[in-house]
């Protein structure tokens, strides 16, 4: 589906980054991984099935070395056709006691780089007049949450960025849309998952009974990044088992 085509999946490392990376090379793509962490485990799965995988090692809150980030990455294959925006972090504090470090912290790396790298990667696509950029949003996009003031205004932030550039960049080629997982079962739920009366009930709340595996983001990543999703356009994809619903 995706030989010939390379693909920058953000966050790699671990996690949702990880299994995107390796949905998008089990379906033909080149894949960059770009993260502040290691990537051994991701090569790893990727090669064992006969992808191809380079590790970028790159602190993405440092947004002032995203332009020259960009050309690296574009230089890795000689271009990027898919960006998947998948690194991000979740700062927990009661609104009233947030501090602007944490709030700054959070909204550096979950929008402002993911806006940098998309405006870079977006720039790139334009001129070859094809492209597919994949945020990974959150159902917080939706929401308020609960504790996470500052996530909650990233992702909607994200949402929003999702939406304008896929009103510029349409007539293009370039197709801009987000995931918005619900409850997963990563690094980032650690403390809530720790917190047993919190977690049951929001896993009764879930119609599929349980929250997600980062697997679940495999199927929707592959989707979007596709022909077959051309005409998907400024969407947020929803794969919370329901959770919205109930």
Same mark, same amino acid.
């Given at each position: 589906m995706f030989e010939g085509k390379t693909a920058v999946v953000t966050g790699a490392g671990k996690g949702l980054g990880q299994a995107m990376s390796a949905a998008l090379a089990r379906a033909g793509a080149d894949i960059i991984g770009?993260?502040?962490?290691?990537?051994?485990?991701?090569?790893k799965i990727i090669?064992?099935?006969?992808?191809?995988?380079?590790? $970028? +090692? /790159?602190?993405?809150?440092?947004?002032?070395?995203?332009?020259?980030?960009?050309?690296?990455?574009?230089?890795?294959?000689?271009k990027v056709d898919i960006l998947v925006n998948n690194a991000g972090v979740?700062?927990?504090?009661?609104?009233?006691e947030y501090p602007e470090d944490g709030f700054d912290f959070v909204m550096n790396l979950n929008v402002k780089a993911l806006f940098l790298l998309s405006r870079e990667i977006g720039g790139?696509?334009?001129?070859?007049?094809?492209?597919?950029?994949?945020?990974?949003?959150?159902?917080?996009?939706?929401?308020?949450?609960?504790? $996470? +003031? /500052?996530?909650a205004a990233s992702k909607h932030a994200v949402a929003g960025i999702t939406r304008a550039f896929a009103n510029e960049w349409g007539k293009y080629g370039i197709t801009v849309n987000g995931i918005a997982p619900g409850y997963m079962v990563t690094d980032n739920t650690d403390k809530l998952r720790a917190q047993?009366?919190?977690?049951e009930a929001i896993t009764a709340r879930i119609p599929a009974g349980r929250w997600g595996q980062p697997s679940d983001l495999m199927g929707p990543v592959v989707f979007l990044a596709s022909d077959e999703a051309a005409y998907v356009?400024?969407?947020?994809l929803v794969v919370d088992g329901g959770y919205m619903n109930a």
């Amino acid at each position: 589906m995706f030989e010939g085509k390379t693909a920058v999946v953000t966050g790699a490392g671990k996690g949702l980054g990880q299994a995107m990376s390796a949905a998008l090379a089990r379906a033909g793509a080149d894949i960059i991984g770009v993260d502040i962490g290691d990537m051994t485990k991701t090569a790893k799965i990727i090669e064992k099935d006969g992808g191809s995988f380079t590790p $970028v +090692s /790159a602190d993405l809150s440092k947004t002032d070395e995203i332009p020259e980030l960009a050309k690296k990455l574009e230089a890795v294959y000689g271009k990027v056709d898919i960006l998947v925006n998948n690194a991000g972090v979740i700062y927990r504090s009661p609104a009233e006691e947030y501090p602007e470090d944490g709030f700054d912290f959070v909204m550096n790396l979950n929008v402002k780089a993911l806006f940098l790298l998309s405006r870079e990667i977006g720039g790139y696509m334009k001129t070859r007049r094809w492209g597919r950029i994949i945020n990974v949003c959150s159902i917080q996009s939706m929401q308020g949450g609960n504790g $996470v +003031s /500052a996530y909650a205004a990233s992702k909607h932030a994200v949402a929003g960025i999702t939406r304008a550039f896929a009103n510029e960049w349409g007539k293009y080629g370039i197709t801009v849309n987000g995931i918005a997982p619900g409850y997963m079962v990563t690094d980032n739920t650690d403390k809530l998952r720790a917190q047993k009366e919190k977690a049951e009930a929001i896993t009764a709340r879930i119609p599929a009974g349980r929250w997600g595996q980062p697997s679940d983001l495999m199927g929707p990543v592959v989707f979007l990044a596709s022909d077959e999703a051309a005409y998907v356009n400024g969407h947020l994809l929803v794969v919370d088992g329901g959770y919205m619903n109930a």
